[in-house]
């Protein structure tokens, strides 16, 4: 059974630092992994899908990594802004199937 | 209309009540899903319909009754619930592939539940 989790479960930086959330997971026989990004009281915005078949995904200042074999993801933000606070959340697919296996998330705040 | 809505977006209920949450995907997928999001708790799958036909009951207890009339629509049917249902409730919405596996997922904003 697929197992996420997510380090840190909190983080709080500066504006401008760049920085890394990281997320694993239990099961490697993943069809894909996704990140998304909650508002407070929000649903899920989605930020990026990796395949299984790719090692990293980009979107302008979000990059994403997929490394398999250690059953780990990155998600690396670059020049952080406070509009960037949110919590963010990782997810793999149960194997080879459409359900999603979430983390607990990592709540970020980049003060101004 | 756009992506993914759900109704009402905050519900208070009795545990007598009987409510329906509703929730409506504008994006032509053929698979639909409810979530639970409670306080300090992953995101916990409910329910998928794939292509309108249930293929996952993750052990929800019967007070929780899913229906999917077509693949744009799909309910959650509430009755004699418990106040530790109360939670955010999320539908999202994505692309089955036949082959099995799926795009991104799309989520609705969510009803915010309380059980009085």
């Known amino acids: 059974k697929q197992e996420v989790t997510q380090i840190p479960a909190a983080l709080s930086v500066p504006e401008g630092e760049n920085l890394v959330l990281n997320c694993s997971f239990t099961d490697s026989a993943i069809y894909n992994l996704q990140w998304f990004r909650q508002d407070p009281g929000k649903g899920l915005t989605s930020l990026l899908l990796?395949?299984?078949?790719?090692r990293e995904q980009t979107s302008g200042r979000l990059n994403a990594s997929l490394d398999k074999s250690s059953g780990r993801s990155t998600l690396y933000i670059a020049a952080s802004q406070p509009g960037d606070s949110a919590t963010y959340l990782c997810?793999?697919?149960?194997?080879?199937?459409?359900?999603?296996?979430f983390g607990k998330g990592t709540k970020l705040t980049v003060n101004p | 209309e756009t992506g993914v809505t759900q109704t009402p977006r905050h519900l208070v209920m009795g545990m007598t009540n009987k409510k329906s949450l509703k929730c409506e995907q504008h994006l032509g997928h053929n698979a639909m899903y409810w979530y639970k999001q409670s306080a300090k708790k992953p995101l916990e799958l409910m329910f998928v319909?794939?292509?309108?036909?249930?293929?996952e009951n993750n052990s929800v207890p019967s007070r929780f009754s899913p229906e999917c009339p077509n693949s744009s629509h799909l309910f959650l049917h509430l009755h004699t619930l418990q106040p530790e249902d109360s939670a955010l409730y999320l539908c999202?919405?994505?692309?089955?592939?036949?082959?099995?596996?799926?795009?991104?997922?799309?989520f609705g904003p969510g009803t915010r539940l309380t059980v009085l």
């Open positions: 997810a793999a697919t149960q194997g080879g199937s459409e359900k999603l296996v």
């Open positions: 999202a919405s994505s692309q089955v592939n036949l082959a099995g596996g799926s795009d991104t997922q799309y």
């Open positions: 319909y794939n292509f309108k036909e249930q293929t």
């Open positions: 990796i395949q299984s078949s790719q």
